[in-house]
């Protein structure tokens, strides 16, 4: 029990106490407390007891000068540690994944862990790490990585660290970690000569379930998830439209069957799997990259062309450019949850505007010259 919760002065700045009842015995001790400045941020800490703890104001103030330089550790932090069980970054992702099963990018982002994280992180702790661990991840594995790749690699050590903290098995990491600015503006897209050559490529090739999926991703803009996940039930023909399960918002969505997604669903074989695309053993396909590339590659793309993603980026490029389809509805055929994402595309719209825009000069001269013709031929007449 506080027998005076008022501060009194000590001969030493920023040490204070406050009377209090002894512990194991009779009257009153003093509790000692410092006050300090850290980065700006003011901190006032409990440094312990006249009898317990042995406090006086000459040990509390070399306690003060020890957490403004950094040496010493909080009470709390002390205690902290005492009761944190290392996890280590391998300890924390093994049961990171253990936690998210259903994480599609969990086998991407378990490469990028055992290739750029692993060796010299596995064994650390989230609090033990300092800035310049992470210069020598820069360094030795990340040197002429793209600034994507460098993004996607320091965010899977932040989200380690981040789901540790969570979880309340640390502290995690105790600096933010920069990371690069990446463009994301940036949109694939094909000419027309070649798009031609890469429709005649997917019709002569002789892998027609992947040619099929390369043409809804033309003609819808879908993922490739959405569509390998499409089953016979969420094509709607009688109402024109196309349900699409766990889109990447996460949200179911619903967009419009458009006469050419149609064509390719009906000449699809029906099979005793429920899905449209199926493994012979009528499972879900997982996967066509490989078989997406040999047809991308047959029609002589660029290497850096993205077989499915691109075609996504085609099909939002077309429609933007067209000056038909305004953000809103582009948007929502894209599913894109967050609008700014479909704002890559909005440079296309206003370049049409700006093109139609500039057609108004030549018609407002023609109308002038029209008149001025008409004019002339009635003073002619005269």
Same mark, same amino acid.
């Given at each position: 029990?506080v027998t005076s919760?008022?501060r009194?002065k000590t001969? #030493?700045?920023?040490?204070?106490?406050r009377?209090s009842?002894r512990i194991g015995g009779s009257?009153?001790e003093k509790v000692y407390y410092i006050v300090?400045k850290k980065?700006?941020?003011?901190?006032?800490e409990?440094?312990g007891r006249?009898y317990?703890?042995?406090?006086?104001?000459?040990?509390a103030?070399r306690?003060?000068?020890?957490r403004?330089e950094?040496?010493?550790?909080?009470r709390?932090e002390?205690r902290?540690?005492?009761?944190?069980?290392i996890?280590?970054?391998d300890q924390?992702?093994?049961?990171?994944k253990?936690?998210?099963?259903?994480?599609?990018?969990l086998?991407?982002?378990n490469?990028r #862990?055992?290739? #750029?994280?692993?060796?010299?992180?596995?064994?650390?702790k989230?609090s033990?790490?300092?800035?310049?661990?992470?210069?020598?991840?820069?360094k030795?594995?990340?040197?002429?990585?793209s600034?994507?790749?460098?993004? %996607?690699?320091?965010?899977l050590l932040?989200r380690?660290?981040?789901?540790?903290? =969570?979880?309340?098995?640390?502290?995690?990491i105790t600096?933010k970690?920069?990371?690069?600015?990446v +463009?994301?503006?940036?949109?694939e897209?094909?000419?027309p000569t070649?798009?031609k050559?890469?429709?005649e490529?997917i019709?002569?090739s +002789?892998?027609?379930?992947?040619?099929?999926v390369?043409?809804?991703?033309?003609?819808?803009?879908m993922?490739r998830?959405?569509?390998?996940?499409?089953?016979?039930?969420?094509v709607d023909f009688? &109402?024109?439209?196309i349900?699409?399960?766990?889109?990447?918002?996460?949200?179911s969505?619903?967009?419009?069957?458009?006469?050419k997604?149609?064509?390719?669903?009906?000449s699809?074989p029906?099979?005793s799997s =429920?899905?449209?695309f199926?493994n012979p053993?009528?499972?879900?396909?997982k996967?066509?990259?490989?078989?997406e590339?040999?047809i991308k590659?047959?029609?002589?793309?660029p290497?850096?062309?993205r077989?499915l %993603?691109?075609?996504r %980026?085609?099909?939002?490029?077309?429609?933007?450019?067209?000056g038909n389809v305004?953000? %809103?509805t582009?948007?929502?055929?894209?599913?894109?949850k967050d609008?700014?994402?479909?704002?890559?595309?909005? #440079?296309?719209?206003?370049?049409t505007l &700006?093109?139609?825009?500039?057609?108004v000069?030549?018609?407002v001269?023609?109308?002038?010259?029209?008149v001025?013709?008409q004019e002339?031929?009635?003073?002619?007449?005269?």
């Amino acid at each position: 029990m506080v027998t005076s919760n008022k501060r009194k002065k000590t001969t #030493y700045p920023g040490v204070f106490y406050r009377e209090s009842k002894r512990i194991g015995g009779s009257g009153t001790e003093k509790v000692y407390y410092i006050v300090f400045k850290k980065n700006g941020k003011l901190f006032e800490e409990k440094v312990g007891r006249q009898y317990v703890d042995g406090m006086t104001p000459a040990r509390a103030n070399r306690i003060r000068s020890d957490r403004i330089e950094g040496r010493r550790l909080s009470r709390k932090e002390i205690r902290q540690k005492k009761n944190e069980k290392i996890w280590t970054f391998d300890q924390l992702w093994e049961k990171y994944k253990e936690d998210r099963p259903e994480n599609k990018s969990l086998t991407t982002d378990n490469g990028r #862990y055992k290739n #750029y994280l692993k060796q010299l992180f596995g064994d650390k702790k989230p609090s033990d790490v300092v800035s310049l661990d992470i210069q020598r991840l820069k360094k030795q594995k990340l040197d002429k990585k793209s600034p994507q790749t460098i993004k %996607h690699v320091l965010s899977l050590l932040t989200r380690i660290a981040n789901y540790g903290k =969570s979880e309340g098995l640390n502290t995690g990491i105790t600096f933010k970690i920069r990371k690069p600015v990446v +463009d994301n503006k940036k949109t694939e897209d094909l000419s027309p000569t070649e798009l031609k050559t890469l429709k005649e490529k997917i019709e002569e090739s +002789d892998d027609i379930q992947a040619g099929n999926v390369m043409k809804l991703a033309l003609y819808t803009g879908m993922r490739r998830g959405e569509i390998l996940k499409l089953k016979h039930e969420d094509v709607d023909f009688h &109402r024109g439209f196309i349900h699409i399960r766990e889109p990447k918002g996460r949200i179911s969505q619903t967009i419009p069957l458009n006469e050419k997604a149609q064509e390719v669903f009906q000449s699809i074989p029906q099979t005793s799997s =429920s899905y449209i695309f199926s493994n012979p053993d009528g499972s879900q396909m997982k996967n066509v990259t490989k078989r997406e590339n040999k047809i991308k590659e047959a029609a002589g793309l660029p290497a850096n062309f993205r077989a499915l %993603h691109g075609l996504r %980026h085609v099909f939002a490029s077309m429609l933007a450019s067209s000056g038909n389809v305004d953000m %809103h509805t582009l948007q929502k055929l894209l599913t894109h949850k967050d609008p700014r994402m479909t704002q890559r595309y909005s #440079y296309l719209r206003d370049e049409t505007l &700006r093109n139609v825009s500039g057609l108004v000069g030549p018609l407002v001269d023609q109308a002038v010259n029209e008149v001025v013709d008409q004019e002339k031929e009635t003073v002619q007449k005269k």
